[in-house]
Each structure stands twice: as structure tokens, then as C-alpha cells.
């Protein structure tokens, strides 16, 4: 089989829910939503995530962060936010395709879990760049 003939094979189609265009963005939409709330709700790391997401924007606010360490601020807040939604995604995936206890789950799961560790290791240095000169000019 050729390359020209690979491109145009049909590709398997997903399963989606029927309905207009916008009724499939807002079904999509609502989806997106119940897997933010069930991280709220099951993964003790997500509200550790949100209320560390608090006290950065309130601390930004309380300081006068300037523009630039504001996009600092929101962006490594949501990169670590998405990065441990797609870290629970794996994890689940894992436990629905085994719950045996196997050695490279164990890597799957933790390396997913590094991701946002990492990240969580990033933000805690820009927060020591961006908070600390500004605690220390106010005592």
C-alpha cells in the first residue's frame, strides 16, 4: 500500500453524541466542566493546587505584581492545574485496564505525577523571584 492510498483510508471515527454543531460544543463544554469538578472532588492534590492558586492571585493583587509576572502567575497556576487533570486522567485509565499491582503502571502512574511535581518545582521558584524582593521592601 502506497502513502497516497494510507491518507486516504478512512480512519476509524470516534463515537460522538449526535446533535447540532452547537449542541455537541456545549455537550463537550459540560463535559470539560465534570471532569474539573470531579478532580475538586477526588484528587486531594487538586485543592491543594486551587488554594495555592488562591494565595498566589491574592498575593499578586496585595503586592502589585506588573503584567509580565502576572502571566507568570496564570500561566504556571493553569499548566499546573491541566497537568494534574491529565495526570488523574492517566492514573484512571491505568486502574480501568488493571488493577493489579504491575511495575509499569507504577512508572505510568508516577512519572504522570512527576509532570506536575515538576511544575509545582517551577512555580515555587518563580514565586521566590517574583514575592520575596517584594515582601522584603515592605519590612
Known amino acids: 500500500m502506497g502513502l497516497l492510498d494510507r491518507f486516504r483510508k478512512k480512519s476509524p471515527k470516534r463515537n460522538k453524541d449526535t446533535g447540532t454543531a452547537l449542541e455537541r460544543y456545549v455537550k463537550s463544554f459540560n463535559h470539560a ?13 487538586m485543592i491543594i493546587i486551587f488554594i495555592a492558586t488562591l494565595v498566589a492571585v491574592i498575593a499578586g493583587y496585595l503586592l502589585e505584581v506588573s503584567a509580565n509576572e502576572w502571566l507568570f502567575i496564570i500561566t504556571i497556576c493553569g499548566l499546573i ?7 488523574s486522567s492517566i492514573e484512571a485509565t491505568i486502574d480501568l485496564i488493571t488493577t493489579d499491582i504491575h511495575p509499569l ?5 508516577d512519572t504522570a505525577s512527576s509532570a506536575t511535581l515538576i511544575l509545582c518545582i517551577v512555580a515555587l521558584i518563580g514565586a521566590i523571584i517574583i514575592f520575596v524582593p517584594k515582601i522584603g521592601g515592605i519590612l
Not at 471532569?35 to 484528587?43: A, H, P
Not at 503502571?105 to 502512574?109: E, H, L, N, P
Open 105 to 109: 503502571a507504577k512508572i505510568a502512574k
Open 33 to 45: 466542566v465534570d471532569g474539573i469538578v470531579y478532580c475538586l472532588k477526588n484528587e486531594h492534590n
Open 81 to 87: 492545574a491541566s497537568c494534574e487533570v491529565i495526570n
